[in-house]
């Protein structure tokens, strides 16, 4: 998708050609016709009512000249991947020209792209998510996921497989479009090209042809979704319309560059005067909030005041800043730098602590915060889908034990019945009520009689009374524990999903999902069969990997080492893995544990597997046993417990019954530990997952 409204551009004339007062006019009389909603207006005058006291401009005037640079401000939100960071990625990557495209797949918001050289191989993700698109280089993304299967993705492969990386340049300064040119070999014709454009909501990716014909894009703009700029498989390619502002290196001298901000804010209206950051990024094009923040940071000067608080040694700072930014844009030095406690960067080194590579950290950057988004929805989802079934199953147990699915109210009824037939010879005609003698107690019991009815015919109806119930007990009874069993089985998916924390679990969360499907708790997405089937293929390229790596593909060590359990080491330096969810925990137990290793389950509460692996010859002190013991408590609804009882049990000893949920298992020998939860290194090291 792109920009519905036709966005206005400044011709591109030096500031040497014009006279300076009337450029600035037409600017500034522009900017005040484009001001934002009425919103937006609230917003800068609740921001200028914040920063922009009298006495912060008294402060701001009266600062001295510091000696070197400052942090900048912490971003409220993820950064935007602006001009600059496309400016730096793009830099980065003429290390990876020429290369070849080993493999292209596609995701849910993106594509990514093997890239090859002779001293290095990594993926290049190009990712056009509303909210975290950028460029990055990272690892392979993860296989399995429907998106894999897509059309876009397929014709990617086939247009891109094998070819060569051969250029990687910005069409359009100061405009967010990026262009990579392949071809059969260096130095030939580009038999394709790929397009980024960087947009927020309306990003896109194209592929280009002969004659920059559109062989394909993720995303088809047509006439009802756009009357600027079409989007058509088959049309020519053109850029996106340009932004408005004056090109960044039209204002070399600082008296040009401070005239245009200054007419910028002194054109807006006098309750709602802008901020030095937001004349910067209004007449400007390139310039992102971020980025003017980053500027003033290293100038030493504030960005939320007007820019007429400004000093002159300020302005001179300011725009030497601005000079060395328009520097690093043309020869791509960038200085990239983060700070690890807010998670802010930036590229022109106003952050603590460096950063090595621009493109694998602008991938984690923005893929962190893209997974856990995913992850908190689908836990959500999830929790609500659980929560549910477990309130029907638990109405559904009720409703079962009162149709006489437990209990010995037949036996009962039947006693009854005898006790008539054996004192019928004392019950006179249409008796209410007889006294008889309790057979085990000796005491006097009262029975009520039916005064229409004989004993016999009472006795005979309390018999078949009884029979009824004897066969309600022997229909419901199989059904009370199948939904017993089921209600165990949501408990412990509720546990699960509840210390299940953090984005980097996305894929146990998914498995969550898978499992609840095929339970029919959940429905299935609309792209369901397209998932089962990528991850099929999935499955198969890696046993086909494994097999030419060597590996035995059984059970044991082997086995736990692509899975994403939970990974600790006790006193005596024995590996425990705890399963995540109800498939881990299936996995554990019924695959990789062997006969030695122990096998532990907080008991009665639902809870997670632990495993802790053993080696032959060696035995577990109770140092050991008590560090896992701790842990399989803390992994269980017994977590606020001061301590809890462990069931603990050699795996041979554990059976799977015919027809059970995953992770529903029986001990046929178990002996019991005392757990203290909130002893165990999980709950010393604070991690909640």
């Known amino acids: ?21 009337s450029r600035a006019e037409c600017l500034a009389a522009r900017q005040h016709r484009q001001q934002g909603s009425r919103q ?3 917003r800068v005058q609740r921001r200028w009512e914040a920063h922009c006291s009298a006495a912060a401009k008294a402060a701001v005037a009266a600062e001295p000249a510091p000696a070197g640079p400052a942090p900048a401000a912490p971003p409220a939100a993820i950064q935007t991947f602006d001009y600059t960071a496309l400016a730096a990625a793009t830099a980065e990557l003429q290390a990876w020209v020429p290369a070849k495209v080993e493999a292209v797949m596609q995701q849910e918001s993106g594509a990514a792209l093997r890239l090859r050289t002779l001293a290095d191989s990594a993926w290049l993700h190009l990712d056009w998510h509303a909210r975290y698109a950028h460029v990055g280089l990272g690892g392979a993304p993860p296989r399995g996921a429907a998106a894999e299967l897509y059309s876009f993705g397929a014709q ?25 040119a392949f071809a059969q070999r260096p130095g030939e014709a580009p038999a394709a090209e790929l397009v980024y454009e960087c947009m927020a909501r309306y990003s896109n990716l194209l592929l280009l042809g002969p004659g920059e014909t559109v062989l394909a894009a993720a995303h ?37 560059w401070r005239a245009v901000l200054c007419q910028l804010a002194e054109a807006a209206p006098a309750d709602r005067q802008p901020t030095l950051s937001q004349v910067a990024v209004r007449g400007f094009r390139g310039v992102s909030p971020q980025l003017a923040r980053d500027l003033a940071a290293a100038a030493r000067v504030p960005p939320d005041v007007p820019p007429a608080a400004l000093s002159p040694e300020q302005w001179a700072r300011l725009h030497e800043r601005w000079q060395g930014w328009l520097a690093a844009l043309r020869s791509g030095d960038f200085v990239p730098s983060h700070c690890p406690g807010s998670g802010a960067y930036s590229l022109l080194g106003t952050q603590p602590q460096a950063v090595p590579a621009v493109l694998p950290f602008l991938h984690s ?8 988004d995913q992850f908190g929805a689908l836990k959500q989802q999830l929790t609500r889908a659980v929560a549910a079934a477990i ?25 009854l019945a005898d006790m008539v037939m054996a004192n019928v010879y004392r019950i006179q005609p249409k008796a209410a009520s007889v006294q008889v003698e309790d057979w085990d107690t000796g005491e006097a019991v009262t029975i009520q009689l039916d005064p229409e009815k004989s004993a016999v015919e009472f006795a005979e109806g309390l018999y078949k009374q009884a029979r009824k119930q004897r066969r309600a007990v022997e229909q419901v009874a199989p059904l009370l524990a199948a939904a017993r069993a089921e209600l165990e089985y949501l408990a412990e998916v509720e546990v699960m999903l509840q210390q299940m924390e953090g984005g980097s679990h996305l894929e146990a969360l998914q498995e969550v999902q898978a499992d609840l499907i095929a339970g029919k708790y959940v429905k299935a997405p609309p792209d369901a069969a397209l998932a089962d089937k990528a991850a099929s293929k999935a499955a198969s390229k890696a046993r086909r990997a494994a097999k030419r790596g060597g590996s035995s593909g059984g059970g044991g060590s082997e086995s736990a080492g692509g899975r994403d359990f939970r990974r600790y080491t006790s006193p005596g330096g024995f590996a425990v893995l705890v399963g995540r969810n109800s498939r881990q925990n299936e996995e554990l137990t019924c695959r990789m544990a062997q006969p030695g290793d122990v096998w532990m389950h907080a008991r009665g ?16 002190e109770d140092a050991d046993l008590a560090f896992a013991a701790d842990l399989a408590g803390w992994f269980s609804k017994a977590r606020t417990q001061g301590k809890c009882d462990v069931t603990v049990c050699d795996p041979k000893d554990i059976s799977k019954p015919t027809g059970a949920k995953p992770g529903q298992v029986l001990c046929r020998r178990e002996r019991v530990l005392v757990g203290r939860p909130d002893q165990s290194v999980a709950a010393r090291s604070g991690e909640a997952d």
Request: charged residues 20%; positive net charge; glycine residues 8%.
């Open 1 to 21: 998708m792109l920009l519905l409204k036709q966005r206005l551009a400044l011709p591109s004339l030096p500031c040497a050609t014009r006279p300076l007062a």
């Open 40 to 42: 937006q207006q609230l």
């Open 156 to 180: 990617l492969g086939s247009s891109l497989r094998g070819l060569v990386l051969t250029r990687a340049w910005l069409p359009t300064p100061y405009e967010r479009v990026l262009r990579l």
């Open 220 to 256: 088809q703009v047509g006439q009802r979704m756009s009357s600027v700029r079409h989007v058509q498989v088959g049309g020519r390619w053109e850029p996106p319309p340009p932004a408005s502002g004056l090109d960044p290196d039209s204002c070399p001298s600082l008296e040009g």
């Open 365 to 372: 950057y923005y893929t962190a915060p893209q997974a856990a």
């Open 391 to 415: 309130t029907r199953l638990q109405k559904k147990v009720e409703s079962l034990q009162r149709q006489g699915g437990e209990g010995d109210k037949h036996t009962q009824t039947q006693r």
């Open 605 to 620: 509460v639902p809870g997670a597997h632990l495993l802790m692996r053993i080696p032959a010859g060696r035995a577990p």
